[in-house]
């Protein structure tokens, strides 16, 4: 009985398990690692629509078209290329014909875009003196409108040297063609994309008799000249045995404004 007794006094009460806690745990991160990786293939499954990434042919696909535009150019090029050689030989026919000369080099001649020799007329219009006052009796005095050149002035002679018959002209120190606009800003010149002051000089190859009579004959130009002898703007013709045009060298490209 003693014996017993210190036997039963001297057994331990049992101790709590520490391990149950640890397995839960892992199984629950094992869970939600698995939760993790699925949720992983379901969005790269869906964002891949069901395409191979590694295997996307997209690549391939850009270079063949890359590949067939390639062949286009090619193909298009030697067109172009056939196409120049028979116009080349088109020319040569047209300009051994028996009517002679190269239609190509009139055309050139016309453009402006080569130099020009021969005799001609140089046509100068200058503002009016500082302070001028009426110079008429019975005229009005002047305002400041009518001291200075204005565009129609200076487009009056250029067109009546035109239909004169002009095979080149000049204004200041620019050949014009057809494309040529003449505009003025108050009292500045602005052509083809420069600024100019008076005096304004003007030239014109061709032949003298008829430059003559198309500017002497010319309506704007005999109003102008009414005030020339009103007010004292400036005016002067005079002719010329040889004169040099140079070739136009500006851009030949046309320009249209658009509406924003």
Not at 5 to 10: C, G, H, L, P, V
Not at 99 to 115: E, F, I, K, N, V
Not at 136 to 148: C, F, M, Q, Y
Not at 186 to 215: C, F, K
Request: hydrophobic share 35%; with cysteine.
């Amino acid at each position: 009985m003693p014996n017993s007794t210190i036997s039963a006094a001297r057994d331990p009460e049992p101790v709590p398990s520490r391990r149950r806690p640890t397995r839960i745990v892992g199984r629950a991160l094992t869970c939600t690692v698995f939760a993790l990786a699925g949720v992983l293939f379901y969005v790269s499954a869906h964002a891949a629509r069901g395409i191979d990434l590694r295997s996307d042919n997209s690549l391939l696909r850009l270079s063949d078209v890359i590949q067939q535009r390639s062949d286009q150019n090619q193909q298009t090029q030697s067109e172009l290329s056939d196409l120049q050689q028979k116009a080349d030989q088109l020319v040569k026919q047209q300009a051994g014909t028996p009517s002679g000369g190269d239609p190509l080099a009139a055309l050139r001649d016309q453009t402006g875009l080569d130099p020009l020799q021969g005799p001609g007329l140089t046509v100068t219009l200058n503002d009016a003196p500082p302070g001028a006052t009426a110079k008429i009796a019975g005229v009005p005095e002047p305002g400041v409108n009518d001291l200075v050149i204005h565009q129609q002035d200076i487009q009056a002679v250029v067109n009546a040297l035109w239909r004169g018959g002009a095979a080149g002209v000049q204004v200041m120190d620019q050949r014009l063609i057809s494309t040529s606009a003449v505009r003025c800003v108050g009292n500045t010149l602005l052509l083809q994309g420069r600024v100019y002051s008076p005096p304004y000089v003007i030239r014109a190859v061709g032949r003298t008799a008829d430059l003559r009579a198309a500017v002497d004959g010319d309506p704007s130009i005999h109003t102008y000249l009414q005030y020339v002898a009103a007010y004292g703007l400036g005016w002067k013709l005079q002719e010329n045995g040889e004169l040099n045009l140079p070739g136009y060298t500006g851009s030949t490209d046309l320009h249209a404004a658009q509406g924003q």
